[in-house]
C-alpha cells in the first residue's frame, strides 16, 4: 500500500487530533517522561511543532510525526519528536517526509530514538551522532 505522507496545516490540527493521537501516543512510551501527549498537542496546535501524517488513497490516517525545527549556525534542523502507526516507516514515505522538511527550510534532519528505530533509520541514511542521557536537578 503506498502511502502519501502531508503537512497538517495548522487550522485543520485539532480537525485530526483524535485520528492521530493514538499513534503518537504509543510512540511516547519511550520519550523517557520528556513530554506527555497533552503537552504535544499543545505545542502542535500552537504551531511550535508541526504534525505530519501518512494517509492511504482513501485519506485514511495509518500513521502521524511530529516535528521541531531549530536553527543552528550551519543548519535548520528538523528533529523528530514522535512517530507512530503501521507500515509508515519505509524508503518511500521516509523521502516523502524529507521533502517536507526541505520544504520548510531544513537542512539536516535528527531525532532520538532507542535502538531499534536508530538501527530502523540507519536504512534512510541516518547516522548515530550521540547518546542523550539526562538526569533531574
Not at 42 to 71: C, K, P, R
Request: proline fraction near 2%; include cysteine.
Amino acid at each position: 500500500m503506498a502511502l502519501k505522507v502531508q503537512q497538517v496545516p495548522l487550522e485543520y490540527v485539532n480537525q485530526v487530533w483524535d485520528k492521530v493521537e493514538h499513534f503518537l501516543e504509543a510512540a511516547l512510551e519511550y520519550a523517557c517522561g520528556d513530554y506527555n501527549i497533552e503537552e504535544v498537542r499543545v505545542m502542535v496546535s500552537l504551531g511550535s511543532w508541526q504534525l505530519i501524517v501518512a494517509t492511504d488513497e482513501e485519506n485514511t490516517i495509518h500513521g502521524a510525526l511530529v516535528v521541531s525545527y531549530f536553527n543552528r549556525p550551519a543548519d535548520r534542523v528538523g528533529f523528530v519528536v514522535a512517530i507512530g502507526g503501521k507500515l509508515v516507516s519505509n524508503r518511500a514515505t521516509w523521502a516523502q517526509f524529507e521533502d517536507i522538511l526541505r520544504s520548510n527550510g531544513a537542512t539536516y534532519l535528527e531525532g532520538a530514538g532507542r535502538e531499534s528505530i536508530v538501527k530502523l533509520w540507519s536504512r534512510y541514511g541516518m547516522q548515530q551522532k550521540y547518546i542523550i542521557t539526562g538526569k533531574p536537578l
